[in-house]
């Protein structure tokens, strides 16, 4: 983004002149949020007691020239989806259980983040304990509200059952 644009994009959202624009560019290095936040600091406060005025003229309460403020901030510093559901991900994962059991006993439970860590670190190894593991009647189940753990129950009592069937015709 020019400069020219940064300036008219103050003007516009906070009602200020060209020049106080500039200014507040100049006093933060061209950094257009710090400038909007400096705007907010400078200007909003004299605004609260004197009134303001909207950039085609209209007068504006305080309240709406805080809020085309607030507006353009999160126009400038908004949230990628992706950030949001990743971090929704993140914690529903820590509040999510995956329990072990052995013979029917709980064996040890941690949070599922835990364990996806332990995958990322060593996807091999921890896949192939688990695979093996399954032959030795462990089970893996999941415990919490957060993940639909109903379907994912449901697919490992599948494999359970397929493990099951390898076994049968090993030993048979």
């Known amino acids: 983004m020019t400069r020219e644009e ?3 994009k ?3 959202k906070s009602g200020i002149t060209r020049e106080q624009a500039e200014e507040a560019l100049e006093k933060n290095n061209n950094d257009l949020l710090d400038a909007m936040i ?4 400078t200007y909003m406060n004299a ?3 004197y009134g303001s005025y909207g950039y085609n003229g209209e007068s504006q309460s305080p309240q709406q020239s805080f809020q085309n403020l607030n507006d353009s901030k999160s126009e400038v510093h908004e949230q990628s989806e992706i950030m949001k559901t990743l971090k929704k991900l993140i914690r529903s994962a820590w509040k999510t259980q995956l329990s072990v059991s052995y013979k029917g006993g709980e064996v040890m439970s941690m949070p599922l983040l835990i364990w996806i860590l332990f995958f990322m670190v060593s996807a091999s190894a921890l896949l ?3 695979i093996i593991s399954l032959f030795f009647d462990v089970r893996y189940y999941i415990k919490g509200n957060e993940m639909n753990a109903k379907k994912v129950n449901g697919f490992l009592d599948c494999a359970y059952s397929f493990i099951g069937k390898i076994k049968r015709d090993i030993v048979g």
Do not use: A
């Open 10 to 12: 103050i003007v516009s």
């Open 6 to 8: 940064m300036v008219e």
């Open 128 to 130: 192939l304990v688990m």
């Open 47 to 49: 605004q609260k007691t």
């Open 38 to 41: 400096y705007v907010e600091r």
